[in-house]
């Protein structure tokens, strides 16, 4: 069955100091995959999503995304985080379009400090 | 703009009592979905629904019903609700494509 990792469930950072979040898949496809953002009292927002083609994939606010199908893994970057990042991240899979299964990660609580 | 709509936002009701949560998305979308958020799970899949009409139980379906009456609306029905079901509830719906999701922004239940 098809699983997401997510390895970190806090994460702190400096504002203006680079970020990785990680993501682990498991699945014997070519998975569709996506990193999902909550605010606090939100529902979640996409960041961005992969389908194929470019491994790295470029989404709002300056986030980016590898796929890595070797390692099956699906990290999130940022270059230069803003207090304004702090939110819970999510990342998730799919076994493809059409497919109802959107499989969660746990989330990562990401705190941006002074 | 992509919009779904939960109401109500917060409810607190007792053990064994009847909670029904609303959802409404003016996105013409087919496919609507009830997931509910707890720490260290991430979103599990209650009930879902391809069109009016139709409900499909998802990964945790015990203890719920859903029903899907119109395009636009989709509700998540707890017949007996218990403690164990205080959790954030989200509702989301997707083209049938499922390209991207488009989520409320959620409703917290408390059973006491």
């Known amino acids: 069955a098809q699983s997401v990792t997510q390895p970190d469930a806090r994460v702190t950072v400096s504002e203006g100091a680079s970020l990785q979040l990680r993501c682990k898949y498991s699945?014997?496809?070519?998975?569709?995959l996506f990193w999902y953002v909550q605010y606090p009292r939100q529902g979640l927002q996409l960041l961005l999503k992969y389908y194929s083609g470019d491994p790295v994939v470029q989404g709002v606010n300056g986030f980016e995304a590898e796929f890595s199908k070797s390692n099956s893994s699906f990290h999130l970057r940022k270059a230069s985080v803003h207090w304004s990042d702090s939110a819970v991240y999510f990342c998730?899979?799919?076994?493809?379009?059409?497919?109802?299964?959107?499989?969660f990660g746990a989330g990562t609580r990401l705190k941006v400090i002074a | 703009e992509a919009a779904v709509t939960q109401s109500p936002r917060n409810k607190v009701a007792v053990t064994g009592g009847k909670v029904t949560l609303s959802c409404n998305q003016t996105n013409n979308h087919n496919n609507m979905y009830w997931y509910r958020q707890d720490t260290g799970h991430g979103l599990r899949l209650i009930h879902y629904s391809y069109g009016a009409g139709s409900t499909e139980k998802g990964d945790i379906p015990d203890g719920y019903k859903a029903s899907r009456p119109s395009q636009e609306n989709f509700s998540l029905i707890l017949e007996l609700a218990t403690p164990s079901q205080t959790s954030v509830y989200f509702c989301?719906?997707?083209?049938?494509?499922?390209?991207?999701?488009?989520f409320g922004k959620g409703t917290r239940l408390t059973v006491v």
């Open positions: 699945y014997s496809g070519t998975p569709y």
């Open positions: 998730v899979l799919s076994e493809g379009t059409g497919n109802y299964k959107y499989v």
């Open positions: 989301a719906s997707g083209d049938a494509a499922n390209t991207e999701v488009f």
